[in-house]
């Protein structure tokens, strides 16, 4: 298994142009997320997903979109990048139970818009 | 809402001394807590986690944490630290939150280790 998956490991962008962060996972989870890990600020949640078809937002939404056709996939959009979106952006999955299950990180996404 | 506050931003250990990491909690009911290590340029690990029981819990690499409900905390030891446990630290809470279980990360623990 590869786990989770995202690419491209680095991205510079200028500001406005759009982009999409890809993330994929062979685990069968129901459950993936989209975060952003910043200097001093851990992890914040941007959006996730509890199954295909299902997403809502997060604790950071703004700028950003996302879809999730498949179980496999959960695509994170940036419509029109902002400086302010200069991040690590990581993706994360795991099963849905009663209890809580262990989420697996990608090895993230280093994006920097000029 | 849940919060997580870990005071100590960055901590220096010699290899061999005894480490402590602090991690304070806030939310209502009882609480899933964990503790993620991130190597550099690395995603997040499983290091540990409390459900409930038994309040001190063994994790991987030699670490273990102990829930205090009265204090509201869950403090990250291990006896003795190896030059490649340098590495940032997160403790998270985690909670339900409709059918998704939403958790919430502090700011991180640099922790250097020297010769």
């Known amino acids: 298994n590869a786990g989770v998956t995202q690419t491209p490991k680095f991205q510079v962008l200028k500001t406005g142009q759009s982009m999409t962060l890809q993330c994929a996972q062979d685990?069968?989870?129901?459950?993936m997320s989209w975060y952003r890990q910043d200097p001093g600020m851990g992890l914040r949640l941007i959006h996730y997903s509890v199954g295909a078809g299902i997403t809502d937002q997060g604790e950071v939404p703004n700028g950003y979109n996302v879809s999730r056709s498949t179980t496999e996939d959960f695509p994170l959009r940036l419509l029109s990048a902002a400086p302010s979106q200069t991040s690590v952006y990581f993706c994360?999955?795991?099963?849905?139970?009663?209890?809580?299950?262990?989420?697996?990180f990608g090895p993230g996404t280093r994006l920097t818009v000029l | 809402a849940q919060s997580v506050t870990q005071p100590d931003i960055h901590i220096t250990v010699s290899e061999g001394a005894s480490l402590e990491l602090r991690c304070n909690y806030s939310y209502g009911a009882t609480p899933y807590l964990f503790w993620y290590v991130q190597s550099p340029g690395q995603g997040l690990q499983l290091l540990l986690k409390y459900f409930s029981g038994d309040t001190l819990v063994q994790g991987i690499k030699g670490f273990e944490a102990e829930f205090k409900r009265s204090q509201s905390s869950f403090n990250l030891r291990k006896p003795s630290v190896h030059w490649s446990d340098a590495a940032e630290y997160f403790c998270?809470?985690?909670?339900?939150?409709?059918?998704?279980?939403?958790?919430?990360f502090g700011i991180g623990t640099k922790l250097q280790v020297i010769p």
């Open positions: 994360a999955s795991n099963y849905r139970g009663q209890s809580y299950n262990e989420q697996f």
């Open positions: 685990m069968n989870h129901e459950y």
């Open positions: 998270a809470v985690g909670a339900r939150s409709g059918g998704y279980q939403k958790v919430t």
